[in-house]
């Protein structure tokens, strides 16, 4: 089974408007992390936002936010004022908890939606 | 803010050469990744390495893949005889601590193509 699962192969959008990207997980660990990354064109992964299980509140990184719906098992990334640069892949992560953490514990990644903003 | 660097950025073989690639993660970083992406696709988890063994693997890294932190610095993946099938992008990723929320820094990857 999936554990995350980005439903939204792509999505155009105009300038200046709010996006919302989808993702969704899946696990029974109740410790755990989620990650969103933005790969543009040039290849790169650059981090952007991170949201932990126990967090009580959503995250915020400047234009980005994370819609943290617990109960829903949904991690949404919000960009608001969308901007031109934000054209690119965009890819929602979880690392499990698993108790030690000794390591292992890389990124589970969906496979990504395809985000371009047009003028 | 501190990088992880990936050499070389494009790599063109022949089916069944080995290959080489090689990522100097950042310097104070314990635990160590690699990824690969075939095109258009999404970010698949290889390999993970801390205290100079791997710590876990995935189905992908076969008996042809092989992980290796030869001095203090760098940080390799061989493939000893490439297929077809292993033309993706590689990347390699560092992170300093076993904490949930500690993210992976990632290198701007290998583009690897077999022909």
């Known amino acids: 089974a999936q554990k995350i699962t980005q439903t939204q192969p792509g999505m155009f959008v105009q300038e200046k408007e709010a996006v919302t990207l989808d993702c969704t997980y899946d696990?029974?660990?109740?410790?755990?992390?989620l990650f969103w990354y933005k790969q543009p064109s040039s290849g790169e992964m650059i981090f952007l936002i991170y949201?932990?299980?126990?967090?009580?509140q959503n995250a915020t990184e400047g234009r980005y936010s994370l819609n943290f719906q617990k109960a829903r098992k949904s991690a949404n990334l919000v960009i608001s004022a969308s901007q031109l640069g934000d054209s690119a892949m965009y890819f929602c992560?979880?690392?499990?908890?698993?108790?030690?953490?000794?390591?292992?514990?890389?990124?589970?990644f969906g496979k990504g939606t395809h985000l371009i903003i047009q003028p | 803010e501190p990088e992880v660097t990936q050499t070389p950025s494009h790599q063109v073989t022949q089916m069944g050469q080995e290959v080489i690639l090689r990522c100097v993660p950042i310097?104070?970083?314990?635990?160590f990744y690699w990824y690969r992406q075939i095109l258009g696709q999404k970010v698949e988890f290889l390999v993970s390495?801390?205290?100079?063994?791997?710590?876990?693997k995935s189905e992908i890294f076969d008996d042809q893949f092989s992980v290796e932190r030869p001095d203090g610095s760098n940080f390799t993946l061989k493939i000893r005889s490439t297929k077809l099938e292993d033309s993706a992008m590689y990347f390699c990723?560092?992170?300093?601590?076993?904490?949930?929320?500690?993210?992976?820094?990632f290198g701007s990857g290998t583009q690897l193509s077999v022909l």
């Open positions: 696990t029974s660990d109740p410790s755990y992390g």
């Open positions: 992560a979880m690392r499990e908890g698993r108790g030690s953490g000794g390591g292992a514990d890389g990124l589970t």
């Open positions: 949201q932990g299980s126990y967090d009580q």
């Open positions: 310097s104070n970083h314990l635990y």
């Open positions: 390495f801390y205290n100079n063994e791997i710590s876990e």
């Open positions: 990723a560092s992170r300093g601590i076993a904490a949930l929320n500690e993210k992976l820094f």
